[in-house]
């Protein structure tokens, strides 16, 4: 979560700014900016939209995104899901956005877009209701269930520990 969000330039301006010196495909993963007040407030590549059963992963390769799998149960992603460019994680990956626990370290952000009217105003997950945190929860406890692959779901961490994340894959 992010506060100071109203000095950010507006999304197209980060993604062109991000873009705009190339003369060649952008890697989504190398070339794409973390942006300028990362840890805080950052850019995030969305690989999964809301509702959907359909798990796109980065090709680590080639830069693009690809179906992974299909979800083997009615269990749909509940909201926006992807990563952040320019960080790297303990599993070999950039750092997920949508702070959980999988396994090995696997940690995920809950974000906001600055550009959104209605969480832009957030700044903590305890601004949250309940039900949204429960959904959320309840979406990686069950997604993988029926792959036959246990998911822990330990915390929800402050914004504090979501910035160290980010600072420490960076």
Same mark, same amino acid.
């Given at each position: ?5 109203? $000095? ?5 301006? !980060? ?16 070339? #794409?900016? /973390?942006?300028?007040?990362?840890? #805080? /407030?950052?850019?995030?590549?969305? &690989? ?20 992974? !799998? ?17 960080? #790297? ?5 950039? /750092? ?13 952000? /809950?974000?906001?877009?600055?550009? $959104? ?14 039900? !949204?945190?429960?959904?959320?929860? !309840?979406?990686? &406890? ?12 330990? $915390? ?15």
């Amino acid at each position: 979560m992010a506060e100071g969000k109203k $000095d950010s330039p507006k999304l197209n301006q !980060r993604m062109v700014s991000s873009l705009s010196k190339r003369t060649a495909a952008a890697h989504s993963w190398h070339d #794409l900016e /973390i942006g300028p007040e990362a840890p #805080l /407030i950052f850019n995030a590549v969305v &690989e999964i939209t809301k509702g959907s059963k359909v798990k796109y992963e980065l090709d680590k390769k080639t830069g693009m995104i690809k179906v992974d !799998r299909i979800l083997y149960s009615s269990v749909v992603y509940p909201h926006n899901y992807g990563f952040v460019p320019r960080t #790297l994680c303990e599993d070999g990956d950039p /750092i997920d956005v949508l702070v959980l626990m999988q396994g090995e370290k696997d940690d995920k952000l /809950i974000a906001v877009c600055v550009d $959104d009217p209605e969480y832009r105003h957030l700044n903590d997950l305890k601004e949250l209701s309940p039900h !949204r945190l429960a959904e959320i929860r !309840r979406f990686f &406890e069950d997604y993988k269930k029926n792959e036959n692959k246990e998911v822990a779901v330990n $915390d929800f961490l402050p914004p504090e520990t979501a910035q160290a994340a980010i600072k420490h894959s960076m």
